[in-house]
């Protein structure tokens, strides 16, 4: 399981996917709703319809669910209950580390490569 808001779609994002279908059979892509989206005005800038429909049409991605919860792992975790759960190495701390630990799920997070949808979109404004 992979988990984000994933809006304008990127290489990022996709090498985010390849790496964690490396660990498991199945990719479970856990999406931020639209009422979750915390990116600041215009975003996302695609809705979760239109988010969830370029993500199943991923050769790699085998499942898209969406949070309908603040709190979405409480949500996805606990339904889904992963044997693996990546993200991108950012230096934060996932506030999902205890339920993660608590479920004995493994976590492994993927070197972030230089790749944003916000430094995205800056360099587009700025062109």
């Given at each position: 399981m992979c988990h984000g808001v994933f809006d304008v779609l990127h290489y990022g994002h996709l090498y985010l996917f390849q790496e964690a279908k490396k660990h498991g059979t199945r990719l479970i892509i856990s999406m931020v709703g639209d009422n979750f989206?915390?990116?600041?005005?215009?975003?996302?800038?695609?809705?979760?319809?239109?988010?969830?429909?370029?993500?199943?049409?991923?050769?790699?991605?085998?499942?898209?669910?969406?949070?309908?919860?603040?709190?979405?792992?409480?949500?996805?975790?606990?339904?889904?209950?992963?044997?693996?759960?990546?993200?991108?190495?950012e230096g934060k701390v996932l506030p999902e580390a205890e339920l993660l630990a608590s479920l004995r799920v493994k976590t492994v997070l993927i070197p972030r490569i230089d790749y944003s949808t916000t430094s995205i979109a800056d360099r587009i404004k700025k062109s």
């Open positions: 989206v915390r990116k600041g005005p215009g975003r996302p800038v695609f809705n979760e319809r239109e988010r969830a429909a370029m993500l199943r049409a991923l050769r790699v991605v085998d499942q898209v669910a969406i949070t309908t919860a603040v709190e979405w792992w409480e949500e996805h975790l606990r339904r889904y209950t992963p044997n693996v759960y990546v993200r991108g190495d």
